[in-house]
T-cell receptor, first 115, second 113 residues
């Protein structure tokens, strides 16, 4: 069954703690993305990766880090430098369709809460 | 940077009614995507549009890529309670990086049975 999986579904972070959110895809997509979603603000891009061992900062990268050691995996670390980490985090991967269009598919999300 | 204006922000309708929402951009798009997100879940792709003027249907959903390439609309006919959710438009634009999407802020749809 092809798709994108994210774990855990819920994650609790203590003050000063780094936490890592997992994202795995078996769609053979080259590009992967991390978004943050806050109420009323839509989706904001944190980081993206077009190929293995390469990634780029998005619009709100401060306080986050990523790695892309394997094509199917793109973990996101929320560091202690991120002062307002409570949000819904979405991972996506990209399919360049036959028409040359841009289509991204999303995982089910991880909700991060601060204790 | 590119901006997407999506309207309306929210809608409250009765079951059986038709729904229309739209997005306009400040620059030309070469792709328009429409997603639906249910509470606590990730967005699900509904319809992808790749050519100006294109009209595409998916069941009771119909979306069109505007001729000017700066707008798109999504219609839902004969709404049912399971249509409840947030509907997002998105597009990569034609300038700058083609690897990033710009998203509208969403239309929250509530359907009263």
């Amino acid at each position: 069954d092809g798709g994108i999986t994210q774990s855990p579904k819920y994650l609790f972070r203590k003050e000063g703690q780094n936490v890592t959110l997992s994202c795995e895809q078996n769609l053979n997509h080259d590009a992967m993305y991390w978004y943050r979603q806050d109420p009323g603000q839509g989706l904001r891009l944190i980081y993206y990766s077009q190929i293995v061992n390469d990634f780029q900062k998005g619009d709100i990268a401060e306080g986050y880090s990523v790695s892309r050691e394997k094509k199917e995996s793109f973990p996101l670390t929320v560091t202690s430098a991120q002062k307002n980490p409570t949000a819904f985090y979405l991972c996506a991967s990209r399919d360049l369709g036959l028409q040359g269009g841009e289509t991204q598919y999303f995982g089910p999300g991880t909700r991060l809460l601060v204790l | 940077g590119q901006q997407l204006n999506q309207s309306p922000q929210s809608m409250f309708i009765q079951e059986g009614e038709d729904v229309s929402m739209n997005c306009t951009s400040s620059s030309i798009f070469n792709t328009w995507l429409w997603y639906k997100q249910e509470p606590g879940e990730g967005p699900v792709l509904l319809i992808a549009l790749y050519k100006a003027g294109e009209l595409t249907s998916n069941g009771r959903l119909t979306a069109q890529f505007g001729i000017t390439r700066k707008d798109s609309f999504l219609n839902i006919s004969a709404s049912i309670p399971s249509d409840v959710g947030i509907y997002f438009c998105a597009g990569p634009g034609s300038g700058g990086s083609n690897y990033k999407l710009t998203f509208g802020k969403g239309t929250l749809l509530t359907v009263n049975p």
